[in-house]
């Protein structure tokens, strides 16, 4: 079982940045692609970015439209963590963040993984 640990989250004003962490307990984390995903209440998680598991000369990334151009996430696996950096924050982008690893990234985009974090808020006052 690898256990995921979120941090970074807190209280942003609109236009800010704030980066979150996803650190883990192992090191089989870098066979797994890595997800980030948001809820904010009232509403369903949604998927919000993922990386895959391996490099050629770059990572594989896919973003929500939502989060496009404005979201980085990325990876170190030496440190076996995750990072998304969020950038030009907008009140809509409040909720708590979860990361998530899991088999491959289009598995991801459906909210299919196979461990989870507990999340961190993520608030972005206006």
């Known amino acids: 079982q690898v256990q995921l640990v979120e941090s970074g989250g807190g209280l942003v004003q609109a236009g800010g940045s704030l980066g979150l962490s996803c650190a883990a307990s192992?090191?089989?984390?870098?066979?797994?692609?890595v997800g980030w995903f948001r809820q904010a209440p009232g509403k369903e998680r949604e998927f919000v970015a993922a990386i895959a598991s391996s490099a050629g000369n770059t990572y594989y990334t896919k973003y929500a439209d939502s989060v496009k151009g404005r979201f980085t996430i990325s990876r170190d696996n030496a440190k076996i963590t995750a990072y998304l950096q969020m950038n030009n924050l907008r009140p809509e982008d409040t909720a708590v963040y979860s990361c998530a690893a899991g088999t491959i990234v289009a598995a991801l985009t459906r909210g299919s993984a196979d461990h989870w974090g507990q999340g961190t808020q993520v608030t972005v006052s206006s």
């Open positions: 192992k090191r089989t984390f870098n066979v797994y692609a």
